[in-house]
């Protein structure tokens, strides 16, 4: 079992910036795929970014050049800085864990981007 606790959403204003962190109850080092997806109001969840354990990184062409994946092994935690926020983004964001052949999901944090 894999436990993923995301955190860091919220309200930010378009241009701004926010930096999601999601927290995994197992070491990640052996983990091979790990990811940030999202869903808006409407909407099918989708892939923003995905990162394996050799830090190969596949983003959603939205996400380019303003969003970047990163994980800290030593903290056992995924991050995802999103700049240059646009009303667009505005979602449930996921962070999702592939392990031992299942998939894993956090309990999602809403990122709202308006003025």
């Known amino acids: 079992q894999v436990q993923l606790v995301e955190s860091g959403g919220g309200l930010v204003q378009p241009g701004g910036s926010l930096r999601l962190s999601c927290a995994v109850s197992?070491?990640?080092?052996?983990?091979?795929?790990m990811g940030w997806y999202r869903q808006a109001p409407g909407k099918q969840r989708e892939l923003v970014v995905g990162?394996?354990?050799?830090?190969?990184?596949e983003y959603a062409d939205s996400a380019l050049g303003r969003f970047t994946i990163s994980r800290d092994n030593t903290k056992n935690t995924l991050y995802l800085q999103m700049n240059s926020l646009k009303p667009e983004d505005t979602a449930v964001y996921y962070c999702?864990?592939?392990?031992?052949?299942?998939?894993?999901w956090g309990q999602g944090t809403q990122v709202t981007v308006s003025s």
């Open positions: 999702n864990v592939l392990w031992s052949g299942r998939n894993y």
């Open positions: 990162i394996t354990s050799g830090a190969s990184t």
């Open positions: 197992r070491s990640i080092f052996s983990i091979y795929s």
